[in-house]
């Protein structure tokens, strides 16, 4: 059985003189959910759309299931995608709309109604896909995408446009396929989102990948923080003093101390300030969320 579901080595592609992607290397691992992410511009569709068959590579190599993606006829009977959004008949049902994408697919319509089950649309695939909300277009899309059984799956911005609770239902979705043993490879621009979901991460900057691998060793490798406040304001100057003092970063945000350390050095301040006559009204240790992190990387 193969390990990865995705891998790329050197992948590149050039529209005229502007490369788009460049030297790509990534591996995504099977049956896992991997975060696809990066600013707008950075490459992400263009990769997408090779991983697809959609657009030749100009240099590199991928592999897709294991099968060479310059013979993407192979791998895509294997593959569900949801690019750009769904498209759909609108005066059509659910139901329907699966009806003819199952049957011009070769697939068994008797898998439609399972489907609809799966992606929370059970009771409403009679009704009419233009009355759908945009968080049920999506389901739909992605039950769409399912169609063929895919090892992969492969979502391009799923909950865009999506209200909270759009969001959590599709988040919901894409951990219910993971656990069945479906590889997810989903591109989002909701960083919060990727990191409850996403095992993995390839991030994209300016058409390189400048990370690849685990969403927890991305998160580990950040500088934490302490954040410290006096019980009272006069006091800030003179904790500020003893931080530095000690070695360490600190910055003044919104009335505390953002100290660069360890949580292990917090007992160590505590003693320090009260030495010093400071009282403290909080001290807590933060760690970079992903998107804090994302931001930092990439320089947006």
Partial sequence: MKSTAISVSDLTKVYGDRPALSHANFEVPMGTVCGFVGPNGSGKTTTIRMLLGLIAPTGGTGTVLGHNISHPEKYLPQVGAMIEGPAFYPALSGRENLNVLASLGGFPTSRVQGLLDQVGLGDRGGG????????????????????????????????????????????????????????????????????????????????????????????????????????????????????????????????????????????????????????????????????ETFFEMTGE
């Fill in 128 to 291: 009419k896909f233009k009355t759908y909300s945009l968080g049920m277009k999506q389901r739909l899309g992605i039950a769409a995408a399912l169609l063929p059984q895919p090892k992969l799956l492969v979502l391009d911005e799923p909950t865009n446009g999506l209200d909270p609770s759009g969001i959590q239902e599709v988040r919901n979705l894409i951990k219910d396929l993971a656990s069945d043993g479906t590889t997810v490879f989903v591109s989002s621009h909701l960083l919060s989102e990727l990191e409850m979901i996403s095992e993995y991460l390839v991030m994209l900057r300016l058409g390189k990948v400048i990370f690849s691998g685990r969403t927890q060793d991305l998160l580990a490798a950040q500088q934490p923080l302490l954040v410290a406040k006096p019980e009272y304001a006069v006091d800030l100057g003179k904790l500020f003093e003893i931080a530095k003092s000690s070695g360490h970063q600190v910055s003044l945000v919104d009335g505390a101390l953002h100290i660069v350390s360890d949580p292990e050095w917090a007992p160590s301040l505590n003693r320090l300030a009260f030495e010093a006559g400071v009282t403290l009204a909080s001290l807590a240790p933060v760690f970079p969320t992903l998107e």
